[in-house]
C-alpha cells in the first residue's frame, strides 16, 4: 500500500500564493498525479509530474522530488473559484493504472 | 473527443435493496475503466477496476460487484444495500489515446443515499 499524506485544509486571500504540500511513500514509484475537486462534483485532472523539477501550467505548478517522496502544488494569483480540494494521487508500477488518492486538502478562498 | 457518462445523477434507496449504476464513455476503444465511491467529507476509494470486457478486479471485498458486458460500458450492481453504501459514486476512464496513458477522467457521479 501507500501513505498519502497532505494538510486538510489551507486558508488564503483573493490574489495571494498557496502551496499544497504531498508527502508519500511508495515502492516502484511511477508518477505522481493531482486533481480539483470543487464540493458536490467530480474530480477534474491538473497535473502530473514523473520526472524531478517543476511543471508549470498557468497558474498551478506542480513539483516533484522522487528521492524526497515528496510533491507540492502551486496556486498563484487565487481567485474565488479555485476554492476546492486538491487530491494528490501517486501511482505505482506495481498497481500501473490504479491511482490511490489522498484525503484532498480543502483550499478556502476568501475576499 | 472523448466524454463519460454516468445514471442516475441521484438514487435514494431502501436498504437492503437492489442497485444499479451505469457508466458509458464515448470517443475511445478498449480504456481502462474505474468505479471509485467517496463518502461524506472523505477520500475517493477504488472499488473496481477493468482493462477489458469481462475483466474486473476487485479492490475491496464489499457487497458491490461490478460487469463489463461491453468495452465501454461499465455496472456497479448490488443485491442489497446497506447504510454505509452511501456516498458519491464515481466512474473514470483512462485510455492509450491520452498523452498520459493513465491519467483517469471522471464522471459526473451519483449520488447515492440509503435509508
Known amino acids: 500500500g501507500q501513505n498519502i499524506d497532505q494538510p486538510t485544509e489551507m486558508t488564503a486571500t483573493e490574489g495571494a500564493i498557496v502551496q499544497i504540500n504531498c508527502t508519500y511513500q511508495?515502492?516502484?514509484?511511477?508518477?505522481l498525479f493531482w486533481y480539483q475537486q470543487h464540493a458536490g462534483e467530480a474530480p477534474t485532472f491538473l497535473s502530473y509530474?514523473?520526472?524531478?523539477g517543476l511543471e508549470e501550467k498557468g497558474r498551478f505548478s506542480s513539483f516533484l522530488s522522487r528521492s524526497k517522496g515528496y510533491s507540492y502544488l502551486l496556486l498563484k494569483e487565487l481567485q474565488m473559484k479555485d476554492s476546492a480540494s486538491y487530491l494528490c494521487?501517486?501511482?505505482?508500477?506495481?498497481?500501473?493504472?490504479?491511482?490511490?488518492f489522498g484525503a484532498g486538502t480543502q483550499v478556502v478562498v476568501t475576499p | 473527443s472523448q466524454t463519460i457518462h454516468q445514471w442516475p445523477a441521484t438514487l435514494v434507496q431502501p436498504v437492503g435493496s437492489p442497485l444499479s449504476l451505469e457508466c458509458t464513455v464515448e470517443?475511445?476503444?478498449?480504456?481502462?475503466l474505474y468505479w471509485y465511491r467517496q463518502a461524506a467529507g472523505r477520500g475517493l476509494q477504488l472499488l473496481f477496476y477493468?482493462?477489458?470486457?469481462?475483466?474486473i478486479s476487485s479492490e475491496v471485498p464489499q457487497n458491490l460487484s461490478a460487469s463489463r458486458p461491453q468495452d465501454r460500458q461499465f455496472i456497479l450492481s448490488s443485491k442489497k444495500l446497506l447504510l454505509s453504501d452511501s456516498g458519491f459514486y464515481l466512474c473514470?476512464?483512462?485510455?492509450?489515446?491520452?498523452?498520459?496513458?493513465?491519467?483517469?477522467?471522471f464522471g459526473p457521479g451519483t449520488r447515492l443515499l440509503v435509508l
Open positions: 494521487a501517486p501511482m505505482t508500477t506495481d498497481s500501473w493504472g490504479k491511482l490511490q
Open positions: 511508495t515502492s516502484g514509484f511511477n508518477g
Open positions: 509530474n514523473v520526472l524531478d
Open positions: 473514470a476512464w483512462s485510455g492509450w489515446d491520452r498523452v498520459v496513458v493513465e491519467t483517469q477522467y
Open positions: 470517443g475511445t476503444s478498449n480504456p481502462n
Open positions: 477493468s482493462v477489458g470486457i469481462g475483466q
